[in-house]
């Protein structure tokens, strides 16, 4: 059996999970509303730089259907940073675009997140309300988007 079977079958840890969840949320939070959600905990752990960050380009791949054969779709530009946190638990972050000082914050972030007297906090202040503002924006767009939908019908006509 392949590596990838493996990997596949086994079923994904829940810390694993959570933190797939809340990375994915700091990555994709904009920066401001981000920095704001950092100031209201009031933290400043010394930080120490271990990778990074570096900017680069990172290789997309699409499906067609979305289970279709693999095939490039293009590049978009990526910052990647790891920290070591005073307390010793290390962070990754790698974010889209070239925002060095958000990929710190957000590895930072998550170096914090692995510590369990601050894991709850972070969710409470900081990943949580981020996720509640994407949900938001993203029920938005969705009201935006079919408010210009356009159904198309026939008629049909008797039988000449």
Known sequence: MSLAGKVQE???N???ADRQRRLSVLAKAPGKELLSCWKQTGLDPSVELLRGPE???VALQGRAGGTGQPFHVGEMSATRVTVRIGSGQVGHAIISGRDARKAQLVAVIDALAQDPAQAEMIERVIVAPLEHLASEADTKL????AATRVNFFTMVRGED
């Open 142 to 145: 969705r009201q935006e988007t």
């Open 10 to 12: 086994e079923p994904i």
């Open 14 to 16: 829940n810390g694993v």
């Open 55 to 57: 900017s680069g380009l």
